[in-house]
């Protein structure tokens, strides 16, 4: 099988050489003692000084300053162009988070690879439920687990060489039963199939009546709770940037046939160069929307008033521009946005995004959030894009 290939690398963060590179060689040897053998992807990681050394066909595992993503996201994976990109913030340990994204990435580069099973929901005794769960739903039967290996026990980690690595489950968590011997993640920490491990999570979509995206969170007390998530689940926030990537296309074969000396070099030197490019315009467009932030003071009367006003919900459901009009007019959003298509999101979606976004308001957790995850918690399945972008 070919390995994928994975690219180590800063922008914007000064990490030393030796860092970089022991970082490397740790997370190295997890994907090829620890995880291949589990889950037989092989991958290599390999470090480089800067984006425009990257050739194409690398998976870029990118370190940024530190709060460069705010709030509490300070580390995702997600797709632009199409392209897999994993984005982390430097500062103390951040091997840590970069293991995390890396093993999910090689695992499901995509964020589309789901398992059949149960629903969680569903077990007996239930689970808690969220405050803006229906209490009368159905019951969601089999259900698509979302393959994110590090989500259900983020909070455990193991040391390779010094540096702290994410845990990870193995292919027999998301069996149907338990089996006699069987092993759920690396460390042995996880002992059941799906179960969640204090401050972790898992994901998954549901054909049942009502919102499609569920979650399952424990708490550091090991409380479980499940819920609709408010928008997007975060496991696939893939936020799309829609970019032309024609141009970083590989030499034809027929071309190489009548390569000067050193023109081969050449060319891969050219390749990485543009490669590295539209990798740091995607980044800069990316990282952007969550340097502009938004008011949780002027955001939440907002959500509310779409949550719990019948007649502004039917409103805004049948006019979505009214609703963007509204959001410029007290100051939530400053850019132009427009409903591109997908289906509007029901009433539910924006009831579990304002009780999220309250509680944290309450906790003083935050008074802003960034401009990004405002707009992703109205999402659901509705496109909003900037003007140009579609």
């Not at 290599?44 to 990118?62: A, K, T």
């Not at 091997?95 to 969680?120: F, N, Q, R």
């Not at 569920?214 to 708490?219: R, S």
């Amino acid at each position: 099988m070919i390995p994928t290939h994975v690219a180590l690398v800063t922008y914007g963060y000064e990490v030393d050489k030796s860092t970089l590179l022991r970082v490397a060689a740790a997370l190295q040897m997890q994907l090829t003692r620890d995880f291949t053998p589990i889950w037989t992807i092989p991958a290599v990681v390999s470090p480089f000084h800067s984006l425009h050394d990257i050739p194409p066909g690398c998976l870029p595992l990118v370190i940024v300053e530190p709060g460069s993503l705010q709030a509490s996201e300070h580390a995702f994976h997600q797709t632009v162009n199409d392209q897999p990109l994993g984005v982390v913030e430097g500062g103390d340990g951040w091997w840590l988070p970069a293991s995390h994204e890396l093993l999910e990435m090689v695992c499901d580069p995509y964020g589309k690879l789901t398992v059949l099973g149960d629903s969680i929901a569903d077990r007996d005794p239930a689970p808690a439920l969220e405050s803006w769960a229906d209490p009368t739903r159905q019951s969601q039967g089999q259900v698509a687990y979302l393959v994110e290996v590090a989500d259900p026990c983020q909070a455990i980690s193991y040391r390779i060489n010094g540096f702290e690595v994410s845990d990870f489950v193995t292919p027999d968590y998301y069996s149907a039963t338990e089996s006699t011997g069987g092993r759920y993640s690396y460390t042995g920490k996880v002992t059941a199939p799906r179960q969640v491990l204090p401050r972790g999570y898992i994901t998954w979509y549901t054909s049942a009546p009502g919102p499609a995206i569920w979650q399952a969170h424990c708490d550091a007390n090991d409380n479980l709770t499940v819920g609709p998530m408010p928008g997007p689940a975060s496991a696939n926030s893939r936020h799309r940037v829609d970019y032309a990537t024609e141009h970083v296309r590989g030499t034809a074969s027929s071309d190489r046939a009548h390569a000067s000396p050193g023109e081969p070099e050449r060319r891969a030197t050219e390749s990485a160069r543009r490669y590295g490019k539209q990798l740091e315009e995607d980044l800069k467009t990316l990282l952007k929307g969550y340097q502009s932030t938004t008011d949780l003071d002027k955001f939440l009367p907002v959500l509310h008033d779409i949550a719990h006003d019948d007649a502004k919900y039917a409103e805004y459901r049948k006019v979505p521009s009214r609703l963007i009009a509204r959001l410029k007019a007290d100051g939530v959003i400053m850019d132009d946005l427009v409903f591109v298509g997908g289906t509007f999101p029901e009433q539910a979606t924006f009831q579990g995004a304002y009780e999220t976004l309250k509680r944290r308001h309450d906790r003083q957790a935050a008074q802003s959030i960034p401009t990004e995850a405002a707009i992703t918690a109205m999402q659901g399945t509705t496109i909003w894009a900037p003007p140009h972008h579609h």
